[in-house]
């Protein structure tokens, strides 16, 4: 991108300015290396140039930043866009890695109710809550869409612990107004609902810069048709983001079709109560047909694969190829704690794994690149998130939500050789790397790790 482009900025004075390898995804490119490019942003943290090396002093000039400031990135160093996150639920976070021996309705009532009732203690939600955000924000996750609990106040707390250590966050107070095995984990329907809409109003005033709220109704057999319209009308009320669960697992279709049996589908259920639109992000999609992807095609609606929870929990195999063959959004989620990481660097080697047992199963299956689902975990969960104005990639205007990586640390878990590539490193990095290679993260041009001491 020419720096002229830039100009269109009304402000003219880059406040911070980087210079060296940049390596992002665009819709042309599952990814482009930028070799030898400065990097500016102004004081709000949003990038307002991009240019070559050779173009310093011009861009010097006019965007009126000494040279002497600018930071220069170490031999084989380079900078990558902040991953997204589209799927993760913060309480579980606690047995994380533990209890993956049941499917998932049995695992819902053997181990994640039980778990998920202690979260009106304000002292274990703040607790699990800073450890989630700290240990995902260590490993590059700029973006999270949090599944919270049915508390109203923790669910606040997570808002609240998302600012305080500078996360990018979409955050949800889950909704459910059904649950016949642990009876004492549900609202009432008009408690959930008066509940819920507390919560936004509340996090909404607090007018955090990067932390919103998402109407979360936690799935549809744990919801009433009453709960799942007025939370679909609560969501057109505020202009909110909305994220769930679908057909995660066959039972869970079976379920959802004796409960709405006059709903053509999964899918139609959300959609006939406003609960399917372009700032809708649902979560697995193993089991959808095609007429339900074209549905989703048409309301602008998105998947979150997480391919480890789906192999955990033996859910099944989203074939991301069919997903964007039908043009529907999509983006990785780590579904914490179905899924055993919290790693963002996790789910993409599942999505490969998942991907390429799918070939094993069809030969003739087209599998998944290392490429593209770099860019499933950047720019496709921006656009899947609905905040592809904002982040995603390197491109001007948007807010510097970045990491910076360097692959020859000390203890580094992998080993780099003289002749390899920035695109070598990469793949090296997404499937052998981790926090150790992961030096500083930034979100909207401020830098969030290390932490503060």
């Known amino acids: 991108m020419s720096s002229n482009e830039a100009h269109t900025e009304a402000h ?88 993956l021996d049941l499917p998932l309705l049995e695992w819902l009532n053997r181990y994640t109710f039980p778990v998920e009732m202690k979260y009106g203690d304000p002292k274990l939600a703040e607790d699990i809550y800073t450890k989630v955000v700290k240990r995902t924000l260590k490993n590059g996750t700029t973006t999270a869409c949090y599944f919270a609990t049915i508390h109203t106040d923790s669910s606040l707390l997570l808002g609240e612990i998302a600012d305080k250590y500078g996360q990018r966050a979409q955050v949800g107070k889950v909704c459910m107004d ?60 505020y202009d909110l983001h909305i994220q769930s669960h679908i057909s995660e697992t066959t039972a869970e279709v079976d379920l959802v079709k004796n409960n709405f049996p006059a709903n053509t589908s999964y899918t139609d259920v959300y959609n006939k109560h406003n609960l399917l639109t372009d700032k809708t992000v649902m979560a697995h999609g193993c089991h959808l047909t095609d007429e339900e992807l074209e549905v989703f ?27 964007l063959k039908h043009n529907v959004k999509l983006g ?26 799918l070939t094993i199963n069809n030969p003739g299956y087209e ?25 995603g990639n390197f491109e001007v205007g948007k807010d510097f939500d970045a990491v910076l990586v360097n692959p020859s640390v000390p ?11 920035e695109e070598i490193i990469l793949e090296k990095f997404l499937n052998l790397g981790d926090d150790r290679n992961i030096l500083k993260v930034y979100v909207a041009g401020k830098r969030v790790v290390p932490f503060k001491k």
């Open 411 to 421: 203890d580094s878990p992998f080993d780099v050789f003289e002749d390899e590539t």
């Open 367 to 391: 599998t998944l690149t290392y490429q593209e689902i770099f860019r499933l975990a950047t720019l496709g969960g921006s656009q899947a998130l609905c905040l592809e104005d904002t982040i």
């Open 12 to 99: 003219t004075e880059a406040h911070k300015v980087f210079r060296g390898t940049f390596i992002h995804s665009t819709h042309s490119a599952a990814v482009q290396v930028l070799r030898n490019a400065v990097l500016g942003l102004n004081r709000k943290g949003k990038i307002c140039f991009i240019g070559g090396a050779h173009e310093l002093e011009s861009l010097s000039e006019a965007w009126h930043f000494k040279i002497s400031d600018v930071r220069q990135l170490k031999q084989r160093e380079f900078f990558m866009p902040g991953l997204v996150d589209t799927h993760i639920h913060a309480p579980q976070y606690r047995y994380t890695g533990t209890a």
């Open 297 to 323: 095609r048409s309301r602008g609606a998105a998947i979150s694969h997480c391919p480890n929870s789906n192999i955990s929990l033996c859910s099944g195999m989203l074939d991301v190829r069919r997903v």
């Open 332 to 357: 990785l989620g780590t579904d914490v704690a179905g899924g055993y990481s919290p790693s963002m660097l996790d789910a993409i080697r599942r999505a490969v794994d998942t991907s390429k047992a």
């Open 178 to 237: 059904t649950n016949d095995v642990v009876k004492a984990y549900k609202e009432t329907t008009a408690d959930s609902l008066q509940e819920t809409e507390r919560f936004v109003i509340e996090l909404l005033k607090r007018k955090y810069a990067h932390v919103k709220p998402v109407i979360t109704p936690r799935f549809v057999p744990s919801c009433s048709a009453k709960l799942l319209a007025q939370l679909g009308q609560m969501a057109i009320k």
